[in-house]
Structure formats: C-alpha cells, structure tokens
C-alpha cells in the first residue's frame, strides 16, 4: 500500500513557475510508474507526465513539453514536476499517482494509487 500527498499549489501569474511535490509513504518499487495528472473546472482529468522510478525515463503531454519537467530523488521517496511558463490553460486541480503497469499507460485507470491534489491558479 502506497499513500502519496501533494503539496505545493498556488495561484501565480502567466509566465511564472511552481515546482509540485509528491511525496510516498510506503514502497515504490523500481518497475513502477509514477504520473502528474490534472483536472481543471468543468474538464476531464487528464494525463500531464510521467516518470519511471527505475529508469527515470520520463514521457509529457504535448501542451507541456518545453515547460514542464518531472524528477524523481529516491533518497525522499519523491517525485518533482517543475512548472514553468505557466500558462491560463494550466489552471487544474494536480494529482500524483502510482502505477504498477508494466508500460507506460496515459489512462487515469491504470493508476492503483492517488493523491488528494493540489490547486494550481494561473490569473493573467
């Protein structure tokens, strides 16, 4: 059992960053895949990024290549995505999630394990 808590939300401006964290409380073993999704007012949740624990192989949604960026650091048990040039479409509630897939899958339904979200505001 993997519990995951998000932090660092807010509101910013247009252009600015904000770096989230997730961090675990339980094991991430090292063939599993840990994702940023997000889901803004009235839309879908959708997948932003993700990262293999192991390999650190990372993939993006196409709106956020080039500005965003996933890591992970094993010593904190912790993933990290770095936000910048942030843009009025950005405006989501942002969750971390853990998948035991073995691929890389995009669907929210393949993530066992969620977070409770951070708000993320982007106000022109």
């Known amino acids: 059992q993997v519990q995951l808590a998000e932090s660092g939300g807010g509101l910013v401006q247009a252009g600015d960053s904000l770096r989230l964290s997730c961090v675990a409380t339980g094991t991430i073993y090292s063939n599993d895949f840990i994702g940023w999704f997000r889901q803004g007012p009235g839309k879908e949740r959708e997948f932003v990024a993700a990262?293999?624990?192991?390999?650190?192989?990372?993939w993006y949604t196409d709106s956020v290549k080039g500005r965003f960026r996933v890591s992970r650091d094993a010593a904190e048990n912790a993933v990290y995505l770095q936000m910048n040039n942030l843009k009025l479409e950005d405006t989501a509630v942002y969750y971390c999630?853990?998948?035991?897939?073995?691929?890389?899958?995009?669907?929210?339904?393949?993530?066992?394990?969620w977070g409770q979200g951070t708000q993320v505001t982007v106000s022109s």
């Open positions: 999630a853990l998948s035991k897939s073995d691929y890389i899958d995009y669907r929210p339904g393949s993530y066992a394990f």
């Open positions: 990262i293999n624990w192991r390999l650190g192989k990372t």
